[in-house]
């Protein structure tokens, strides 16, 4: 998600084009898997998340997107910062409920780029923040900053999962490839653990405990299932 209001587009396209280009390299597999997809929105100053690329698992699809970008994709000098992250967790949540329906395990990220502070005032601090803080677990956000106009304080909370600074523009792709690392490292950490349990129809409400353990690194969860009509054949 990024903001292409008239002082990126004006003082640092180039470098944000540059930046964003290595994000998708590092992000995106090189043989396309439907597993890895990724849209492209971009906000300014309006009451909308303008579409860029819709949802693709083509890295080559998305470069060329970000290539098309020209200073003349708007002239609005405000920035929607708090609607662009209310609008985007909306479709986060849209895309992970859609991959919860169709029986599959998904995960989503929202990453958003802005070199300034909310000045459209369509949408509260409070809104956004709301809006990231009760979405699913399963949503990660990450926030990239640039300049001196950010406030460091509110891009940290809305990039919860992890959020990175730069200082001017030459740093931008430093730090762009710092997030694009721990992206993947947040789309890999999913796992699927399938379980056949000796349990049968009669048992009841039954415990079940994973743990893991990893050096001295260890997690666990705990949940329950039902064996009720449970029969032999699992696989």
């Known amino acids: 998600v990024l903001d292409l209001s008239n002082s990126v587009l004006s003082s640092s396209l180039d470098e944000l084009k540059s930046a964003t280009t290595s994000f998708i390299n590092n992000v995106m597999p090189t043989i396309e898997e439907d597993s890895f997809k990724m849209a492209i929105y971009w906000f300014d100053g309006e009451d909308e998340l303008h579409l860029l690329n819709p949802l693709t698992a083509s890295r080559d ?20 910062l708090y609607g662009a992250v209310i609008k985007s967790t909306n479709i986060a949540s849209e895309l992970l409920n859609e991959s919860t329906n169709n029986s599959i395990i998904g995960a989503t990220s929202v990453v958003v780029f802005t070199d300034g502070t909310d000045q459209a005032s369509r949408y509260s601090e409070e809104e956004a923040l709301k809006k990231v803080d009760e979405s699913n677990s399963n949503i990660s956000f990450f926030a990239i900053g640039l300049g001196s106009e950010i406030d460091t304080e509110i891009l940290m909370k809305i990039g919860k999962t992890s959020s990175v600074f730069a200082g001017n523009k030459e ?29 049968r129809d009669g048992s009841g409400e039954n415990n079940l405990a994973i743990q893991v353990s990893n050096g001295s690194l260890q997690g666990a969860v705990q949940t329950k299932f039902d064996t009720s009509g449970f029969t032999g054949g699992c696989e």
């Not at 430093?174 to 349990?197: A, G, K, M, P």
């Open 61 to 80: 699809e998305l470069i060329a997107a970000i290539a098309g970008i020209t200073t003349t994709i708007s002239n609005d000098p405000s920035t929607d």
């Open 171 to 199: 740093e931008l792709e430093t730090t762009f490839n710092d997030i694009s690392l721990r992206v993947t490292e947040q789309s890999n950490s999913f796992y699927l653990f399938e379980y056949c349990t000796p349990k």
